[in-house]
Structures are given as structure tokens and as C-alpha cells.
């Protein structure tokens, strides 16, 4: 089994800053993608910011220069810091990690439980 839990949401005031942790747990052998997605009210969830193993990052045209995320490999753990955070920002944001599990053949998706994200004054 593999768990992704996350931590550090909250409610911030605009230009504000909060910081997202999300530890993968379990019979992970690799971890080839982690990233950040977020669901707003009424809305699909998106993309807000992904780390490929490569070295790679992509993140929403709405957060460039204003979030960052990184990588802890030793500890499984992806974070997203977030910079100057807008209303629109808020959400509920979900970690998503693509993992390949000891015994296995074939990589699969997960999923956090979804912390929330309130910018409001």
C-alpha cells in the first residue's frame, strides 16, 4: 500500500505566504512524479505545480513566480511554497505522486486527502 498524506494548510491573508507538505509512505521502489493539484468551488481540478524525477519542473501559468515547489527524494516528500497568495488562490489542494511499487510492473497515480486553502482578509 502507499499513503500520501499532506499537511500545512490554513487560512491566510492576501500576499501572505503558506507552506504544503506531502510524504509518500509504503512499498514505493521509485517515485517518478510528484506535484501539487488544486479544486476550487465549482471547478476541475488543476494543475499547480509538478516535479518529474529528471529534474523537471511545470508549473501553472496562474503561480509562476509566485510558488515554488521541491523535492526531498530521501524522504519522499514534495513541497509547495506559496508566495503572495491571491483569493483565487484558494482551494483545496491535493498531492499526486507517480509510483512504481516493489513487485510491480506498472506505475501508478495517488492521491492525498486534500488540505484546504483559504486566502481571505
Known amino acids: 500500500q502507499v499513503q500520501l498524506v499532506e499537511s500545512g494548510g490554513g487560512l491566510v491573508q492576501p500576499g501572505g505566504s503558506l507552506r504544503l507538505s506531502c510524504a509518500a509512505s509504503g512499498s514505493i521502489f521509485t517515485i517518478n512524479v510528484m506535484g501539487w493539484y488544486r479544486q476550487a468551488p465549482g471547478k476541475q481540478r488543476e494543475l499547480v505545480a509538478e516535479?518529474?524525477?529528471?529534474?523537471?519542473?511545470d508549473y501553472a501559468d496562474s503561480v509562476k513566480g509566485r510558488f515554488t515547489i521541491s523535492r526531498d527524494n530521501a524522504k519522499n516528500t514534495v513541497y509547495l511554497q506559496m508566495n503572495s497568495l491571491k483569493p483565487e488562490d484558494t482551494a483545496v489542494y491535493f498531492c499526486?505522486?507517480?509510483?512504481?511499487?516493489?513487485?510491480?510492473?506498472?506505475?501508478?497515480?495517488?492521491w492525498g486527502q486534500g488540505t484546504q486553502v483559504t486566502v481571505s482578509s
Open positions: 499526486n505522486a507517480n509510483i512504481l511499487r516493489y513487485g510491480t510492473s506498472w506505475s501508478h497515480d495517488y
Open positions: 516535479h518529474i524525477s529528471s529534474g523537471t519542473i
